[in-house]
């Protein structure tokens, strides 16, 4: 049966969609880390400790890379988490359309055209669901990828 697989896949859904949450987070916790290394760096420069000052530039350096890390992390998992989506989507289309096809065979064979020409709107409307759906995925799909995409800032020390 498809339903126990649909649920499945809502479960993994969910679990993916919060994984990329929780990357997005510590990216944000790395930036503020980075900040916070740059502000060590300007003073220590101003005490005259340049090694000290180098120490927290790889400190920045270290944290700015592992944030971006992260947020690679996140858009890669956004990205299967669409895919995952999609698979649950595609999965009840198929299950009402396997239904509207039996009702169809049904229909057809009795050649009453009240209930044909019912039965075609039906399926015209499965369709229509299907592209409103599909549209609705690119559309989430476009959103998180540029979301996620990180932004080149200008000096290492603003």
């Not at 916070?36 to 700015?64: D, L, M, S, W």
Request: hydrophobic share 40%; net charge positive; with cysteine.
């Amino acid at each position: 049966s498809i339903l126990p697989s649909l649920t499945l896949r809502s479960e993994h859904l969910f679990n993916l969609k919060f994984a990329a949450k929780e990357l997005n987070r510590n990216a944000k916790k790395c930036e503020k880390e980075e900040k916070v290394e740059k502000t060590k760096i300007k003073k220590a420069i101003q005490k005259g400790n340049t090694e000290i000052a180098r120490i927290h530039a790889e400190n920045a350096i270290r944290q700015k890379n592992q944030g971006i890390n992260f947020l690679r992390m996140s858009a890669r998992v956004d990205a299967v988490a669409a895919r995952v989506q999609t698979a649950v989507t595609m999965g009840k289309v198929t299950k009402s359309m396997a239904g509207v096809v039996k009702s169809m065979d049904a229909t057809l064979k009795s050649m009453n055209l009240e209930k044909i020409s019912a039965l075609m709107d039906k399926f015209e409307h499965q369709f229509e669901t299907l592209d409103v759906q599909t549209q609705q995925m690119e559309d989430t799909m476009s959103n998180t990828t540029t979301l996620t995409t990180p932004q080149v800032r200008g000096s290492f020390i603003d």
